[in-house]
């Protein structure tokens, strides 16, 4: 009993010692530390230079306030884009209509220039052939024939077989009337027959449609074509002669015929047209 007692006795004034050296040695530790950082500062005083406890003690200063700024401006910021939001909405809207009429006015715009540019093409024709100026308005459905409907008819002095051509050349011929519209035969039609003549040796032949072009077939096997050679219309019942019709991109010669072929690339673009001339008898 007596030297479990001395034992416990021990074994508390170990631990009490061990408490009281933990202790003392932090707070020599914290006296060293206080001592070396006043020993910088009374250097740095002496000598006339920035305390580096200063600097360090800015720095942190500093930063904290730049947080704290940043902080405060983010939240700023925040409740001021909270309550400018409806009229923030507000104004999307309004942009957002206007842009929208400025698209429309811009479209109108095109449009009315457009036609203005085509009408003003157009115009040169319908003085040299005195003729009537027409707008096509239409399209056979599915693609029956290569014809298009125009806004001219009998009430117009429009009649059958009368020529149609706009600002570039032929453009087909009146196949049937109306009194306020018409039906035009574009000359790429199958049934489409009009007298050709190319216009470098004069040589004759007749320009035949042929859907997506024109061919003149019956022209002389020695008249010595090219291609690039430009083809007219010749005087018939339709057109004055000279109306250009196209020009020459492919010869087809053949070996038991006293003809050859001409493909040709037809001058006026067919697939949009927009302002013709009849040219009235």
């Known amino acids: 009993m007596r030297c479990r007692k001395r034992n416990e006795g021990r074994l508390g004034v170990d631990i009490f010692t061990y408490r009281d050296e933990r202790r003392l040695f932090a707070l020599i530790s914290i006296i060293i530390v206080a001592a070396a950082l006043a020993l910088l500062q009374i250097n740095a005083q002496r000598t006339g230079t920035v305390s580096p406890i200063a600097t360090v003690t800015g720095s942190i200063f500093g930063f904290a306030q730049t947080a704290v700024s940043a902080t405060i401006g983010g939240v700023r910021t925040l409740g001021a884009t909270i309550v400018s939001m ?103 039609d199958y049934t489409s027959r009009i007298p050709a003549v190319v216009q470098r040796g004069r040589w004759w032949g007749i320009a035949r449609g042929n859907l997506g072009s024109v061919v003149v077939e019956y022209i002389p096997q020695d008249a010595p074509l090219r291609v690039g050679d430009v083809v007219v219309t010749g005087e018939g019942r339709s057109f004055h002669s000279g109306v250009p019709i196209g020009t020459v991109t492919a010869i087809e010669r053949g070996d038991a015929t006293l003809y050859q072929t001409a493909v040709l690339k037809t001058t006026v673009d067919l697939g949009a047209l927009d302002r013709v001339v009849v040219v009235t008898h």
Do not use: C, M
Not at 113 to 142: D, I
Not at 161 to 187: H, I, K, N, Q, Y
């Open 86 to 188: 409806p009229r923030l909405e507000s104004d999307n809207a309004r942009l957002r209509a206007r842009n929208r009429r400025l698209i429309e006015e811009n479209a109108r715009l095109h449009e009315l220039a457009a036609a203005y540019s085509a009408e003003t093409e157009v115009r040169p024709v319908v003085n040299l052939y005195n003729g009537v100026e027409a707008r096509v308005v239409g399209f056979p459905p599915e693609n029956e024939s290569r014809a298009v409907t125009i806004d001219r008819g009998s009430r117009s002095g429009v009649r059958r077989d009368e020529g149609v051509v706009a600002a570039d050349g032929v453009v087909g011929r009146v196949v049937a009337v109306t009194p306020f519209s018409s039906t035009v035969l574009l000359a790429t």
